[in-house]
């Protein structure tokens, strides 16, 4: 065997020492949450050059999703078909129940009309907001423009309706 050389302590001693480096931090001190304000918005062009501009919920209420290579003609059903699989994995939902009847919509000075063929008396305030900005967008009105949503059970207006871009 071969006598030691150097003291017996130096691995723990270093050990020591690289923990105490790591604890203090370097000298950074923590602060506090800064506010900066609302999260960051991206303006969604319309639906003009084969896409659609459908509006489901997430996080943070009613979110546009544009669907490309689709005319603007299937707007509601594909509004009512729900999110994609990859929409669903990044966090998009919808408040609307699957389309069980036809779906139509007309267009008149200040107003678009929605008939559905299935109750809309249920519809919550964000599923009915989530159609409305949905037409909105597909007609391209601009202005103060009423909503009517007519259901085998109910009707219902929104006016005026305002819609994230």
């Not at 036809?102 to 299935?118: D, H, I, R, Y």
């Not at 949905?134 to 202005?143: C, D």
């Amino acid at each position: 065997m071969r006598p030691r050389t150097g003291p017996a302590g130096a691995p723990a001693a270093a050990a020591l020492l690289a923990a105490t480096l790591l604890a203090a931090g370097c000298g950074i001190q923590s602060t506090d949450v800064i506010a900066v304000g609302g999260p960051a918005t991206a303006h969604v062009e319309g639906s003009e050059g084969g896409s659609t501009v459908l509006y489901f919920t997430g996080p943070d209420g009613l979110m546009p999703v544009v669907r490309s290579g689709r005319g603007v003609g299937p707007a509601l059903p594909l509004l009512f078909a729900g999110p994609g699989k990859a929409e669903a994995a990044a966090g998009v939902r919808t408040e609307l129940p699957p389309l069980r009847g036809p779906a139509s919509m007309s267009v008149a000075e200040g107003m678009v009309t929605v008939v559905l063929g299935q109750e809309v008396g249920g519809l919550s305030l964000l599923a009915q907001r989530q159609i409305a900005c949905t037409v909105l967008r597909a007609t391209a009105r601009g202005g103060r423009v009423q909503v009517t949503i007519i259901g085998t059970d109910a009707r219902s207006s929104i006016s005026p309706i305002a819609c994230p871009d």
